[in-house]
């Protein structure tokens, strides 16, 4: 039977990424499977929101983000969407979230991989996790 319906996805990376800085750095990219199967179709979908979990933050206050098709970072899918402040935890002021609303239309072009680009306002932090709510 074929799918009917809107399905509400989840992709989530769990690879901590250390000394996050001021610049988007390829050497800093995080990679997004958005299927969880080896189907390497391509994705077409309404990215919803990002969820960006970080630690050891340091003199940052502020993070900013964007997603591309490209492990290069030139085929820009969501535009960077500047300075949202870091959450940081009531008991632990060096853990903390951000939360970005994205509400676009989005996909990736050859496969179903798509790739998130942070940069912090200052200093650096660690990006613990991420978690990109999806529908198709």
Not at 79 to 90: D, L, R, W, Y
Request: glycine content about 6%.
């Amino acid at each position: 039977m074929a799918k009917v319906g809107t399905f509400i996805n989840y992709v989530d990376n769990a690879a901590a990424v250390a000394a996050v800085g001021t610049a988007y750095a390829s050497a800093k990219r995080i990679t997004l499977k958005m299927l969880n199967s080896s189907d390497a179709r391509s994705v077409d979908g309404y990215f919803d929101r990002l969820y960006v979990y970080v630690s050891s933050i340091s003199s940052a206050a502020a993070l900013s983000m964007k997603i591309t098709n490209d492990a290069d970072g030139d085929d820009v899918i969501i535009a960077e969407i500047p300075g949202k402040v870091i959450e940081t935890g009531i008991t632990t002021a060096t853990e903390g979230s951000v939360i970005f609303d994205l509400d676009h239309q989005a996909w990736s072009d050859t496969d179903d991989t798509v790739y998130l680009w942070i940069k912090c306002n200052n200093g650096t932090v660690t990006v613990d996790t991420t978690r990109l709510i999806w529908s198709e």
